[in-house]
């Protein structure tokens, strides 16, 4: 468990490092250049569709401890040029910075989760998604938190020079854990990515629950990484510090969620109901949002978002991550991840389209409308039905025993 915390703490870092310097590209360009606003998160999820399809097996054929420090190495050059170019408002070429920082963000995380099972004890591999995916969630949100809110409160120079240097220590950690190894076939490092996605797609549910993923993300994370900052802009006419608050709402929620509201509620409900309650009650926070563009409101009911998102998430993602064969882990987590950031893209530019067009208010109910429906489907799926009532200690190697993979 030793080993897992430190492979932990080091990725909550570079997850918060990464959604700091995304935010604050966010508003810099909101207020200098807005027109490129937009562009900075497509081209930061956008990474994930080139590098998902063509490259999914990569921490399957380089020694993911390795492949861990090379990530970790990439965000030395990243923060510095990143440093220049907001000094010099090269703001194109930050879009460049900010894919490159999806690259990273890409491959960290499923890497991560795929080492898990080989540095716990397999009584504590529930609890240790549960905790990984708790921890994912807060950072990606106290990312942006600091990122808006810091914007306004610090000098961004000294800031970044500090995230620079705090890279330095979280390194070493992760040099510490195991003899580096660069042992590989680099012709193994790319491959077709139609016979990866058939096979992929041979897993009914890890393919169903993906394609909903998409969808969901495509709406959610438009919301938190676009809208929320052009309504505090341009609606309610506040500083950047208010978005930072309603990041910090949602991780408020992420951490009552998952401390407490998880825990009471997956006493008495089945994993079935609390996930499509759970996505029920996050669809009609778009609509709360859409009826009260108050920044108060929406700091109330971004706790709500908060508790919602982190409930739905534990209790797939905890099982599903046990069900995954280990010869197949590396490559089905980053699928998993290229395929639930695929749409975000898409999501972000619908997002800009119908609020420059038609208003705000109109995208949220937009919103709501396209998660009301994934959540009936899911509640119809028989794949997401069988999945989910499966009991905690039949779930590993599920989807061997199911679909042969």
């Not at 930072?244 to 825990?263: D, F, N, Q, T, W």
Request: hydrophobic fraction near 55%; charged fraction near 15%.
């Amino acid at each position: 468990m030793k080993q897992f915390l430190k492979l932990k703490s080091t990725e909550v870092y570079f997850t918060v490092v990464i959604k700091i310097l995304l935010a604050l590209a966010i508003w810099l360009t909101l207020e200098s250049a807005p027109l490129l606003t937009i562009w900075l998160p497509v081209a930061f999820f956008s990474s994930r569709i080139f590098l998902g399809g063509f490259f999914p097996n990569v921490s399957d054929n380089i020694d993911k401890y390795t492949f861990i420090l090379i990530l970790q190495l990439i965000m030395f050059p990243a923060l510095v040029s990143y440093l220049y170019f907001i000094n010099t408002e090269s703001y194109g070429y930050l879009i460049l910075v900010i894919f490159l920082l999806g690259v990273i963000d890409a491959y960290y995380a499923p890497t991560v989760n795929a080492l898990i099972p080989d540095v716990v004890r397999e009584e504590q591999l529930h609890s240790a998604y549960r905790i990984s995916f708790f921890l994912m969630a807060v950072s990606n949100a106290a990312g942006l938190t600091i990122g808006f809110a810091g914007y306004e409160v610090f000098n961004l120079n000294y800031l970044i020079l500090v995230l620079l240097a705090a890279c330095v220590p979280m390194f070493a950690l992760n040099f510490g854990l195991r003899k580096v190894c660069f042992d590989f076939e680099p012709s193994k490092l790319f491959v077709n990515p139609l016979k990866n996605f058939r096979e992929y797609r041979a897993v009914k549910f890890e393919f169903e629950w993906s394609i909903c993923s998409l969808i969901i993300n495509s709406v959610v994370v438009a919301f938190s990484t676009f809208i929320i900052p052009l309504a505090v802009k341009e609606v309610m006419d506040a500083s950047s510090i208010y978005v930072g608050l309603m990041e910090a709402a949602v991780s408020l929620g992420v951490i009552i969620g998952s401390i407490y509201v998880h825990k009471e509620l997956s006493r008495f409900l089945s994993d079935r109901v609390l996930v499509i309650a759970s996505l029920l009650v996050l669809s009609f926070c778009f609509l709360l949002y859409s009826f009260a563009l108050n920044k108060f409101a929406w700091m109330i009911t971004s706790i709500i978002f908060g508790v919602a998102l982190v409930v739905n998430n534990t209790t797939v993602e905890s099982k599903r991550s046990i069900a995954i064969s280990e010869k197949n882990r590396g490559m089905f987590q980053t699928i998993h991840s290229l395929l639930i950031q695929a749409g975000v893209p898409v999501g972000l530019l619908i997002s800009k389209v119908i609020s420059d067009r038609l208003s705000i208010e109109v995208s949220l109910v937009a919103g709501f409308l396209t998660l009301f429906v994934v959540v009936v489907y899911l509640a119809c799926s028989k794949h997401t039905t069988d999945f989910l009532r499966t009991p905690l200690d039949k779930i590993g190697g599920y989807y061997d025993r199911h679909y042969g993979y």
